[in-house]
């Protein structure tokens, strides 16, 4: 595609609850290497998992706002999350389940060749990497107990270890990540009706909770927060909900400082389980 090109989305068909996209240029011809056919990937550039079943893996470049959908082979089921970094791209095996699948990829281009499937993940949602070989996990234990773990995945059975414990009375539903400044940013959720969702910091050296921020006033209901990503010096959260019957994604701007207001983003036609990035890309937190 030539830089002075415009895309236009078109929604070609509706199956069930996923519209499906193709990219046009203005003249109306597909997108060569904008359908599954080996995009560049950039280091800052975000991946999204859908809510289908199997899953399905977006390229979303924030700038532009433009889905590109990706050719990930061998995926099977749903995923609760995704994780990748420049080398690895990680997904669960069954929604949210303790066995991860992972694949070899490149960025530039773009190409995902199936590797294997890691065990004894000790979350069940959410996905968050450090490296090639070692993730975060989040374990619901009881009201009292959210432990967080290194989880070392040299081998196929995964190597937990436990760091400290988070917020008592929480469980994680979307996306934690790791910032280059050492704060963990969490999402997740009361148990205590009316079951609030917050997105929460944590010092990841110390477990010193830092701030932990409401954001029902916009995640409520059928809108829930799943994913994280960053860009461009500001932090940004996304979900999923239901218009006309029809799943979709949000994404919504968190500012850093106080009174950290939410402003909309975009929409996209598919609903975001996830979301994923390079971890040397995450360098902003919360103040």
């Known amino acids: ?21 193709e990219l046009y240029d203005e003249d109306g011809v597909a997108e060569d290497g904008y359908y599954g056919n080996d995009p560049v990937i950039e280091t800052y550039d975000v991946l999204f998992n859908t809510t289908d079943n199997p899953t399905k893996v977006y ?31 990680w997904l669960y095996k069954a929604g949210g389940s303790t066995t991860i699948q992972e694949w070899d990829i490149t960025l530039n281009p773009f190409t995902a060749i199936y590797n294997r499937e890691i065990t004894n993940i000790k979350s069940s949602s959410g996905l968050g990497a450090i490296n090639d070989t ?31 414990n988070a917020t008592a ?11 280059t400044t050492d704060k ?37 209901g059928f809108m829930q927060a799943y994913g994280l990503f ?19 994604g949000v994404i919504y701007k968190i500012d850093k400082t106080a009174p950290y207001a939410l402003t909309l983003f975009d929409t996209t036609v598919y609903g975001i389980n996830g979301a994923s990035q390079v971890p040397e890309q995450l360098t902003v937190h919360f103040t």
């Open 230 to 248: 960053e860009f461009d010096n500001e932090i940004y959260i996304t979900g999923r909900t239901i218009v006309d019957l029809v799943v979709v």
């Open 134 to 164: 070692t993730l975060i996990s989040f374990e619901y234990v009881d009201a009292l107990n959210l432990k967080v773990y290194d989880t070392d995945i040299i081998n196929a059975v995964a190597v937990n270890t436990f760091k400290y």
């Open 169 to 179: 009375g929480r469980v994680v539903t979307g996306d934690y990540i790791l910032t």
């Open 59 to 89: 390229l979303y470049q924030v700038a532009s706002k433009n889905s590109i959908l990706l050719d990930v082979p061998e995926i099977t089921n749903a995923s609760a999350d995704i994780a990748h970094t420049q080398n690895k791209l």
């Open 184 to 220: 963990l940013i969490v999402l997740n959720y009361s148990i205590n009706s009316p079951f609030p969702q917050y997105i929460t910091q944590y010092d990841y050296i110390t477990g010193v909770l830092e701030f932990d921020i409401d954001i029902s006033s916009v995640f409520t």
């Open 1 to 21: 595609m030539n830089n002075g090109d415009k895309l236009h989305v078109i929604i070609k068909d509706l199956v069930g609850t996923m519209p499906t996209i």
